[in-house]
C-alpha cells in the first residue's frame, strides 16, 4: 500500500512540471498566432474614412477674426487692414475718420444680416473693450481614400484627398473670388496669409498619412 501511495506521489510530482511546460508553450502559441493574425491584418478603406475625417475636423474651420468697436495702434486689431477694407466695401462695416489714432467701426445692418446665415459666428468682448467677431469661413470634408498601403504590422499608408466647405464667409473670402481678386498683389498676399483667405473652390488636396493600429483601434501616428 505504502509503495503504491510512493508511486503515486511520484507520477504526480513529474504530471505537474510537464502541465506547466505546456502550459508555457500555450501561452507562447497563443502570443505568437495572435501576432501573426495582427501582422496580416489590413486596414480597409471603411475603418480609414471615419479615422481620416476625424482627424480632419479636429483642425478646426479656416476662420476670420475682425473687432467692432474703436481701434488704435494699441489694439490687436487695425482698421486699415485689407479684410477690414474687404468687408467695407461689401457694406458689412462702416469704418469712421481717424482721429488722434483712433478709428470707429461699426456693423452695419446689411453686416449683421450677413453674419446671422453664418453658422458657428461667435461674439465676445476682448482686451480692448470692443466686440470681437470670430467667422467660419470654411471646414475640411474627406473627398476619398485614394489608397492604402500596409507598411508593416498594424501600419499603413494612406493616400486620401479632402477639400474646403465653405460658408458664406468663405464663398466671400476665396482667394479666387472677385472680393479678393479687386486687391492688389501684397494686400492679397495678406489675405492670404493673414485673415483667412484661401483658395477654397480649388480642386481637392491630396494627402498621405500613417495610420497605426492601437488598442483603441485605428489612429494616426503621432510619429
Known sequence: MFEQELEMEKKTSSIVPLLLIVGLIVGIAGVAIHF?????????TAEATPVLQASLESLGPATLHFDVGTLSSATSQNAADPHYRLLEKEGYLKIGKTVKDKTPVELTPKGEAWLNEIP??????????????VVPLANRKLVAVDKITMTGPGKAAVEYSWNWVTTKGGDLFDASGPAVKAFNTWDRSKLIDKYGAAFYHADPTKVTVLIVSTDKGWQPSKE
Open 36 to 44: 501573426v493574425l495582427e501582422s496580416r491584418k489590413a486596414l480597409s
Open 120 to 133: 458657428g459666428v461667435k461674439k465676445s468682448k476682448n482686451q480692448d473693450n470692443n466686440d470681437e467677431y
